[in-house]
DNA sequence: AAGTAAATTTTTTTT
DNA sequence: AAATTTACTT
């Protein structure tokens, strides 16, 4: 088989070992997709193994469909009666679903609908508010974060409340909520994610014939990116290879990071203990990078102490040093890099770049800045197309038309677009719906089919508004009706639920720019819905692909700058990358900087970013950095600190944090001079940068006092805004203010609380009696005050 | 009931 | 700074 020829011998073993376990520990670059790829194709065309028996799991909708890509274009001209199922765990476990959750015997039914985030976060909310919880003590965001957590480590609702009953007040009300928001779903015949795999497992153990069933269907097993799987998915596919024991994991303990998805990197480093048998093939050869990225990569990655030490080689060139630069704030970094990529282009057409970051909400200074320079851009995440409105609420009336005890489906259309059905008739009819225990949807019958005048609480009016909307619902369900059962193509049903419910007429009525570009979407979902009219596809796995692409997928391979996250640009590759907002509190993300295990994460999730990339690698950091529309002082990551500085070579404009970490300490660099303090960069340079030592807090202190003493630096308009620098003079000028506490608690001083203790002066708002504090109190975090209750002192 | 103004919150990372 | 939620007006 000439595929076999291109591959080295390692890879040629994992390929061709087609029995039994195997464990390969993959790094980056060493082309493990490749592997998985090939050893598809080979099962199929030289172990004669039916395509329908193999299954890989990866676990985005990105990399399922890349494998695809790929296997079908190694098997081109071969005639297959079927195709092997390269999927993601979610869709897996909703393929398995589909067909039998009524053997679990739960209550659900196979049509049972998904509910994303957004709609787990609403049943959250209406259960911290049935407890009686204020939800500012008891976030949705955070209780779903618990929950999640719980369910993916395997625990059930009793252990979580087992785990947590005791321990404090607000654990308790999370089991309490944690409970009411299992019926809730159970009731709306309702899954969430977590649930997809949690029920799957369930199904798997609870009944051996279908377990038996999935064992033979499925006789080989690959699992893609290994080390992100924790307890859950482990547990699902130890069911599926329970029989044949035919299953290939790959992976790379480098690269765990779905830790905060309870990815338990034991399972990669246990597999051999869980399959004794195991074969276990090491693929270390790097065809990607030049030798510096890798040195570069190595050298963060050693700072891990929870590390397997294992070093990749590359045949490849050294290649050019790592490109530094060191912006003044962000603005100049994104021009920074729009002026690079510009240049790139001119130079060497071809090669595609990307630009990696921590978090999404990073990506906009860089759209903007490439805008202004007119390059094109593809951006990966952020705002899927099926999370617009719009679209959400289309395929909320399919998903209602197809389970009306979907009870967040239809809160979400039964006044859109507006039918005269406002506040005061929902909480009626949430409230009967709550005090018989029954769906929206069974209440809303019961309201109309009561005579005029007769139902309680509900108005006429709001009864006929009611019995019109109960119409358009079973209008759409019988065109669905059609529809499930593969009849009807599903765009005739898509445009139905466009239509006949009136949302297009009400956004034709609008007519605005806004209305008609909504349209526009709609008509693009008609589109996307019409892939389904030709095939198999009917309108259910429509509805599911919706919910389960949050289309970090569909992103352009052709397009020649690409913005994503760092977890999303995981088993990509680029010529050039460009890994920007290198600063502490950014990367590594504040929220993991106190926790070594979640540092560790970030240096991995470092790792991976910088092995993205084959011949250059760009890093950036600014100096200033807007948080929630203040900007404030930001310092170097330390991962910087943790590159082989002589690898580095510094594109920075004057003096840098590089050039004084290097030793040519310059009194022109405030940031570097303040830094130095207590220590000398030549005895202990390691530690300089640690983000501990001259922490936020002080940081943000020292960029006050230089404002203040004067440094006229883009002022801004002296409206009744806070007083700041120069406009300070006149708010104390002003007769009111000259309280003598108000005396010099301006932004930068710090002060006493007679409960918080010390804070630092963030914000100054108002006048007079109204003058309004921002204070950090360490380890109280942000407060808004009343300066003229606050009680303050200065300190 | 619906639209608008004001206040409040938001930032990890993904299915 | 932007998006979402709440409060207020018509």
Redesign the pocket.
């Known amino acids: 088989m000439d595929i076999l020829d291109s591959l080295n011998p390692p890879q040629k073993e994992a390929v061709q070992t087609t029995e039994g376990p195997v464990l390969i520990l993959a790094g980056a670059g060493s082309g493990k997709t490749r592997v998985i790829t090939v050893r598809i194709a080979y099962l199929i065309s030289e172990k004669q193994v039916e395509p329908y028996n193999i299954l890989a799991v990866t676990?985005?909708?990105?990399?399922a469909g890349e494998m695809r890509d790929r296997v079908r274009k190694l098997l081109e001209g071969q005639q297959l009666r079927s195709a092997p199922l390269i999927s993601?765990?979610?869709?897996l476990c909703v393929r398995i679903l589909r067909q039998d959750i009524e053997h679990l015997e739960e209550g659900y039914t196979k049509s049972f609908t998904i509910y994303?985030?957004d709609d787990s976060?609403?049943v959250i909310?209406a259960c911290v508010k049935d407890i009686g919880m204020d939800?500012?003590s008891l976030?949705?965001?955070q209780v779903l974060?618990a929950i999640?957590g719980s369910k993916n480590k395997g625990e059930d609702v009793e252990m979580f409340a087992s785990r947590v009953e005791y321990t404090d007040e607000k654990r308790a009300a999370m089991a309490r909520v944690f409970k009411m928001y299992e019926e809730r779903l159970n009731r709306a015949n309702a899954l969430d994610?977590?649930d997809?795999?949690i029920k799957t497992v369930r199904l798997l153990r609870s009944t051996p014939e279908i377990r038996d069933k999935y064992n033979n269907r499925f006789k080989y097993v690959m699992i893609d990116e290994y080390q992100d799987t924790n307890a859950l998915q482990f547990a699902l596919i130890n069911y599926l290879t329970e029989k044949q024991q035919n299953i290939c994991v790959v992976g790379d303990d480098a690269q765990s990071?779905?830790?905060?998805?309870q990815a338990d990197i034991r399972n990669i480093l246990e597999f051999e203990m869980h399959f004794p048998n195991a074969k276990v093939i090491l693929l270390e050869q790097n065809y990607r990078s030049t030798q510096t990225i890798l040195d570069v990569a190595h050298a963060i990655i050693e700072n891990n102490v929870k590390q397997k030490k294992k070093k990749l080689w590359t045949a490849n060139d050294g290649g050019d040093k790592i490109f530094y630069f060191q912006a003044y704030n962000g603005d100049e970094e994104a021009r920074f890099v729009a002026a690079r990529i510009e240049e790139h282009r001119r130079r060497n057409s071809g090669d595609k770049l990307a630009i990696l970051y921590?978090?999404?909400?990073?990506s906009?200074v860089f759209e903007e800045a490439l805008r202004r320079q007119r390059i094109d851009y593809n951006i990966?995440?952020?705002f899927?197309f099926y999370e617009r409105?719009e679209v959400k609420d289309i395929i909320a009336y399919l998903k209602l038309a197809l389970n009306p005890f979907d009870d967040i489906a239809l809160l979400r259309v039964i006044?859109t677009p507006?039918?005269?059905?406002?506040?005061?008739?929902?909480d009626e009819v949430q409230a009967t719906a709550k005090e018989a225990r029954v769906s929206l949807w069974e209440t809303i019958a019961k309201f109309t089919s009561i005579e005029i005048g007769v139902a309680p609480g509900i108005?006429p009016?709001?009864r006929e508004?009611l019995h019109k909307f109960k119409s358009v619902v079973e209008g759409l369900q019988e065109k669905t009706g059609a529809a499930a059962g593969s009849d009807k193509p599903v765009s005739e049903v898509v445009i139905a639920a466009i239509e006949d419910t009136g949302y297009a007429n009400a956004l034709r009525a609008e007519n605005t720019d806004e209305a008609l570009g909504r349209l526009e979407n709609l008509e693009e979902l008609v589109n996307a819905a019409a892939e389904y009219d030709k095939d198999e596809g009917n309108l259910r796995d429509f509805i599911d692909h919706a919910a389960?692409?949050?289309?970090?997928?569909k992103y352009d391979r052709s397009a020649q700058v690409t913005m994503?996250?760092?977890?999303?640009a995981k088993g990509l590759e680029f010529p050039v990358v460009f890994l920007v907002g290198l600063e502490d509190g950014?990367f590594p993300?504040?929220?993991?900087i106190n926790d070594p295990n979640?540092l560790e994460?970030?240096r991995r999730?470092a790792y991976v970013a910088i092995t993205r990339a084959e011949k250059m690698l760009y890093v950036t950091h600014s100096m200033r950095r807007?948080?929630?529309?203040?900007?404030m002082a930001a310092e170097p990551s330390q991962f910087l600190n943790e590159m082989p500085l002589e690898l580095i070579e510094d594109l920075s404009r004057g003096s840098s944090w590089l050039s004084f970490a290097r030793g040519g300490v310059r009194q022109t660099n405030k940031y570097a001079a303040s830094a130095l303090r207590g220590e000398t960069a030549r005895e202990k340079p390691k530690n300089l940068y640690t983000g501990k030592t001259y922490n936020s807090t002080d940081a943000i202190a020292e960029f006050f006092k230089n404002k203040a003493g004067g440094a006229p630096e883009r002022l801004k308009p002296a409206e009744p805004g806070p007083p700041r620098g120069f406009n300070k003079l006149k708010a104390q000028a002003s007769p009111k203010s000259s309280t003598p506490a108000s005396e010099g608690i301006t932004p930068g001083a710090h002060v006493r609380h007679p409960k918080y203790g010390k804070g630092l002066v963030l914000r100054r708002e108002g006048t007079g009696d109204n003058v309004k504090l921002t204070v950090s109190f360490p380890g109280f975090g942000q407060k808004?005050l009343i300066e003229k209750f606050a009680n303050l002192e200065k300190a």
């Open positions: 676990f985005t909708n990105k990399a993601t765990f979610h869709s994303d985030t976060l609403k909310k939800e500012k976030g949705a965001r974060n999640s994610f977590d997809l795999m990071i779905y830790g905060f998805r921590r978090t999404n909400a990073q906009r990966v995440g952020g899927s409105a006044n507006a039918r005269g059905l406002g506040k005061t008739t929902l108005a009016r709001a508004a389960l692409s949050s289309d970090t997928d994503m996250t760092v977890h999303s950014i993300h504040s929220r993991s979640e994460e970030e999730l807007r948080v929630y529309g203040d900007e808004k």
